[in-house]
């Protein structure tokens, strides 16, 4: 199985192949009006990019399902460089979305979900259940029977919109990739049937995952979309122990993405920030880094360094050092009652310097 990945352009504008056709006309089959070859190339780039996430069961069949419709035909040149290149074989898939735990299905109760394709972040079925239903187009997609034999489905989906989905879904897992579940409204929230049908038929029409904050119900006490598997993790996590007093905590979605690692939750860790004085002279003051209310990361302030005044506010970045307590807390779940407030700011900055509760 081959696949067009996701960095195609990247990679295609730095091919020294590509380079050499564009520069040069002794190439085989290159014309020597380099007017003509720069249009060979761009026709070739916007093939290539309509095709990213495209999965094929040879090189042959990516070559004629690229190319075949390119105006004027593709030089044998350009042809090899991006079939060389650009085109990668998928050993490994990735893993199939796991069960919602039993004991939280009640908890987060009815919802309507939707199913995004990374390839192109984009919203390709929109639906409404409970339990595992958002996840059960996909088991179908990738035969898990027995997964689907455990479920309880509450949903009912057309055939045709069945059958599509599912075409998508396996072109995902085919690809190396995997669809994204999110959840945009729960009926718990404030979420009825009428509403319901308003968001599913906005959400289908949005180009672009980031898009789906706009038509996450207003109730819904997220806020944002937040993905199916993040939910039942926050619904199913123990409390997080006593937190240190002081200490800061910092509210980080992107820290819930699949895959992130340490370096990445670092330098979204460093700010900037409009850090006061009761904070940054706080020596070795241990600092929280959540997302979708689960504790991601543990770390120890080590450094603060101004970056920014602007009138009498400064901005501050912060540099930390792994924090030896980090495995009592990582993966806990923490509520904004737990720091006093009832609901976290936006700016996700959060000083925890005092145990004394507001109103006391």
Known sequence: MWTIPLDITDRWLDSAEVQSFLASNDLPDASADPLVRIGQFVAVTKALQRGVGRTFHSVQAAASALFDDVEGGVPVALKLASLRLVLREVYQTAPAPVAVPERVVDEIGNYVYALTDPRSDTVFHVGAGRGNDGYALVWEALALTDRLAETERTETVADEVRDAAITTIREIYDSGLGVGVYVLGRVGDGLDGARAAEIAAAAVTLDGRRALVD?????????????????????????????????????????????????????????????????????????FVFADDIVR?????????????????????????????????????????????????????????????PGR
């Open 215 to 287: 038509v996450a119900d207003p109730a819904f006490a997220e806020r944002r979309p937040v993905r199916l598997e993040d939910l039942a993790l926050r619904h199913a996590a123990e409390p997080v122990p006593d937190l240190p007093t002081p200490s800061l905590l910092l509210g980080v979605p992107e820290a819930a993405e699949p895959g992130i690692d340490d370096e990445r939750v670092r330098a979204l860790v460093r700010g900037p920030w409009n850090a006061g004085q009761a904070v940054r002279g706080t020596g070795d003051l241990p600092v």
């Open 297 to 357: 990361a543990v770390y120890r302030a080590k450094d603060w360094t101004l970056v920014a005044r602007s009138d009498d506010s400064a901005l501050w970045e912060l540099t930390v050092e792994a924090a030896d307590e980090a495995d009592r807390y990582v993966g806990k779940r923490v509520m904004p009652s737990r720091v006093g407030l009832k609901r976290w700011p936006l700016s996700g900055w959060v000083p925890h310097v005092t145990t004394a509760r």
